[in-house]
């Protein structure tokens, strides 16, 4: 099982990796810097079948996060796996346009340590224990 | 047919030597000359040409510059009158003054309603030198006063260009320092959670430091960000009920209210046009600062509305410290503080924040304290109750 992070800041990598590893989730961090190298990566079918959720940042160097989630979401196979935009950005047209780009939700990196590792937290819970995927999508 | 009258008596004083450019529409030859005559000897040396049709004037006016036109008010081919009409569309300030035998069918009033300077029977011409003067005098005052109001509109136009500007830099700054600040705040806080009393109390001290400064960062850059967003947004009214507005205030300060014993007094708000977020912003930071200047007897804050002229008045008044009135209009000011952060906390962005939020929408906003005798805050909002 596999959470695919999307960021090109790996001082963020590093939190969300110390807040699965406290909260004991048992999955496995891939991250990635850019968004043309996250496509990619998700087209080969097999590690696509593997991951779980998608932490994608907004702001991107090369492609920007909304254009990779755009990617995602036409694309048949990867359009079920879930997309949690993660970013910094509060900014309205942000939001509303990653919703409307397919977006399973918009999560705005919190600005203080406990604050960030609890949003970690109960990201991978919900997307990794609670929320029941349709048949079919663990497999493609 | 032109020529040049020789100055008999000097130029008129501020004109020294100098020669009046006239353009006269007369067809009567002779009463050019006395036109002429009456200028001269008031004082004018002057050079003229003569138009007798509407073509001939407006080929004249376009090849010369005039410094004043003479009209008849009515020729056999047009009207003196018209002449306003061409000076007009060519876009020429110069001064018509209308020089008629008889009273025509429009009166002195309405010629000079019209945009005429100054009306003139042919048998007064004696005033005529007068009447120029008094011409070019207004011409030159008009001109000083366009000048002027140009110069006040262009400073208003760069005025408004470096605010933009300024809060545009404010924008970008606060938001483009989040980033880091949040990898410093983080990261702080993650080595005061594993090495704090690992090390030394020296180490914790510092630590201690980095992990406050990038917390207040935080907060300042927050504060910061919502003060530039209310200059650039767009108040969208909608009607907000201030009873819901004051509970939101409440709800948000709950924490500091139950810990400092706070007695809220509240009297039935209005409801009125306003943006219902920064109204519960004005309301939670004014709330706030009545707890955290309180005195030491138990808090008490009285919310209150009365209608005042053209609108309503609110205040929030409290029994806390106080201040001199001397500072009642420096704390509206940002970054302003009274206090060392180590005798309250704060970063002065609160107030200026309200003070914005109240003139974004209409309104003024300004406080009456005296040390030791608590403060009121008023402030004010266009508009009739809704409802």
Same mark, same amino acid.
């Given at each position: 099982?596999?959470?695919?992070?999307?960021?090109?800041?790996?001082?963020?990598?590093?939190?969300?990796?110390?807040?699965?590893?406290?909260?004991?989730?048992?999955?496995?961090?891939?991250?990635?810097?850019?968004?043309?190298?996250?496509?990619?990566?998700?087209?080969?079918?097999?590690?696509?079948?593997?991951?779980?959720?998608?932490?994608?940042?907004?702001?991107?160097?090369?492609?920007?996060?909304?254009?990779?989630?755009?990617?995602?979401?036409?694309?048949?196979?990867?359009?079920?796996?879930?997309?949690?935009?993660?970013?910094?950005?509060?900014?309205?047209?942000?939001?509303?346009?990653?919703?409307?780009?397919?977006?399973?939700?918009?999560?705005?990196?919190?600005?203080?340590?406990?604050?960030?590792?609890?949003?970690?937290?109960?990201?991978?819970?919900?997307?990794?224990?609670?929320?029941?995927?349709?048949?079919?999508?663990?497999?493609? | 047919?032109?020529?040049?009258?020789?100055?008999?008596?000097?130029?008129?004083?501020?004109?020294?030597?100098?020669?009046?450019?006239?353009?006269?529409?007369?067809?009567?030859?002779?009463?050019?000359?006395?036109?002429?005559?009456?200028?001269?000897?008031?004082?004018?040396?002057?050079?003229?040409?003569?138009?007798?049709?509407?073509?001939?004037?407006?080929?004249?006016?376009?090849?010369?510059?005039?410094?004043?036109?003479?009209?008849?008010?009515?020729?056999?081919?047009?009207?003196?009158?018209?002449?306003?009409?061409?000076?007009?569309?060519?876009?020429?300030?110069?001064?018509?003054?209308?020089?008629?035998?008889?009273?025509?069918?429009?009166?002195?009033?309405?010629?000079?309603?019209?945009?005429?300077?100054?009306?003139?029977?042919?048998?007064?011409?004696?005033?005529?030198?007068? &009447? =120029?003067? @008094? *011409?070019?005098?207004? %011409?030159? /005052?008009? +001109?000083?006063?366009?000048?002027?109001?140009?110069?006040?509109? !262009?400073?208003?136009?760069?005025?408004?260009?470096?605010?933009?500007?300024?809060?545009?830099?404010?924008?970008?700054?606060?938001?483009?320092?989040?980033?880091?600040?949040?990898?410093?705040?983080?990261?702080?806080?993650?080595?005061?959670?594993?090495?704090?009393?690992?090390?030394?109390?020296?180490?914790?001290?510092?630590?201690?430091? &980095? =992990?406050? @400064? *990038?917390?207040?960062? %935080?907060? /300042?850059? +927050?504060?910061?960000?919502?003060?530039?967003?209310?200059?650039? !947004?767009?108040?969208?009214?909608?009607?907000?009920?201030?009873?819901?507005?004051?509970?939101?205030?409440?709800?948000?300060?709950?924490?500091?209210?139950?810990?400092?014993?706070?007695?809220?007094?509240?009297?039935?708000?209005?409801?009125?046009?306003?943006?219902?977020?920064?109204?519960?912003?004005?309301?939670?930071?004014?709330?706030?600062?009545?707890?955290?200047?309180?005195?030491?007897?138990?808090?008490?804050?009285?919310?209150?509305?009365?209608?005042?002229?053209?609108?309503?008045?609110?205040?929030?008044?409290?029994?806390?410290?106080?201040?001199?009135?001397?500072?009642?209009?420096?704390?509206?000011?940002?970054?302003?503080?009274?206090?060392?952060?180590?005798?309250?906390?704060?970063?002065?962005?609160?107030?200026?924040?309200?003070?914005?939020?109240?003139?974004?929408?209409?309104?003024?906003?300004?406080?009456?304290?005296?040390?030791?005798?608590?403060?009121?805050?008023?402030?004010?909002?266009?508009?009739?109750?809704?409802?």
């Amino acid at each position: 099982m596999k959470i695919l992070m999307v960021d090109d800041n790996p001082a963020d990598i590093d939190l969300v990796n110390e807040g699965l590893r406290r909260c004991g989730a048992k999955v496995e961090l891939c991250a990635i810097h850019d968004g043309i190298e996250a496509v990619e990566l998700l087209r080969g079918l097999e590690t696509a079948s593997l991951v779980r959720l998608i932490l994608l940042d907004v702001n991107l160097p090369k492609v920007n996060g909304q254009a990779v989630l755009r990617q995602i979401k036409n694309d048949p196979i990867l359009r079920r796996v879930p997309v949690v935009m993660f970013s910094t950005s509060r900014a309205a047209r942000d939001i509303r346009g990653s919703y409307e780009s397919g977006a399973n939700s918009y999560v705005v990196k919190p600005g203080g340590l406990k604050d960030f590792l609890s949003a970690v937290r109960s990201l991978s819970s919900y997307w990794l224990e609670c929320a029941i995927l349709p048949a079919g999508s663990e497999h493609g | 047919m032109s020529g040049t009258a020789v100055a008999r008596t000097p130029a008129p004083p501020g004109t020294p030597g100098e020669v009046l450019r006239a353009l006269i529409v007369e067809d009567s030859s002779s009463d050019v000359e006395l036109m002429v005559r009456e200028l001269g000897l008031g004082g004018f040396e002057v050079s003229y040409n003569v138009a007798q049709s509407e073509a001939e004037f407006r080929a004249l006016v376009r090849a010369n510059s005039y410094a004043i036109v003479l009209a008849d008010f009515s020729l056999p081919q047009w009207r003196g009158l018209e002449a306003l009409r061409v000076l007009a569309e060519e876009e020429l300030d110069t001064p018509l003054i209308l020089v008629s035998g008889t009273v025509g069918d429009l009166s002195a009033v309405e010629c000079i309603k019209q945009g005429v300077s100054d009306y003139i029977l042919k048998d007064r011409l004696a005033r005529l030198p007068a &009447a =120029v003067r @008094g *011409a070019l005098e207004e %011409q030159r /005052l008009r +001109q000083e006063r366009k000048c002027a109001q140009d110069d006040l509109a !262009q400073k208003a136009h760069e005025l408004a260009r470096s605010n933009q500007e300024l809060e545009q830099f404010a924008y970008v700054a606060s938001h483009d320092l989040q980033e880091p600040l949040r990898m410093v705040a983080a990261y702080t806080e993650l080595l005061a959670e594993r090495y704090q009393g690992k090390l030394d109390a020296q180490a914790d001290k510092y630590i201690h430091y &980095a =992990v406050d @400064g *990038a917390r207040r960062m %935080q907060t /300042l850059i +927050q504060d910061l960000l919502a003060f530039s967003r209310v200059g650039r !947004q767009e108040m969208e009214l909608s009607v907000v009920n201030f009873e819901n507005v004051v509970d939101l205030a409440i709800a948000n300060l709950q924490t500091a209210i139950v810990e400092n014993k706070v007695v809220i007094k509240r009297e039935a708000l209005p409801s009125l046009a306003a943006v219902q977020s920064l109204m519960v912003q004005v309301f939670q930071n004014l709330i706030s600062n009545a707890i955290k200047f309180r005195s030491s007897s138990t808090p008490c804050i009285e919310v209150k509305a009365e209608k005042s002229w053209g609108g309503w008045m609110f205040s929030v008044a409290d029994n806390g410290i106080g201040m001199a009135p001397g500072y009642c209009e420096e704390i509206f000011v940002i970054f302003k503080r009274l206090h060392t952060q180590q005798e309250y906390t704060g970063n002065g962005i609160g107030l200026a924040l309200c003070r914005k939020i109240i003139e974004r929408q209409g309104g003024k906003i300004w406080v009456t304290s005296e040390p030791g005798k608590g403060s009121i805050f008023r402030f004010t909002l266009p508009g009739a109750t809704t409802g």
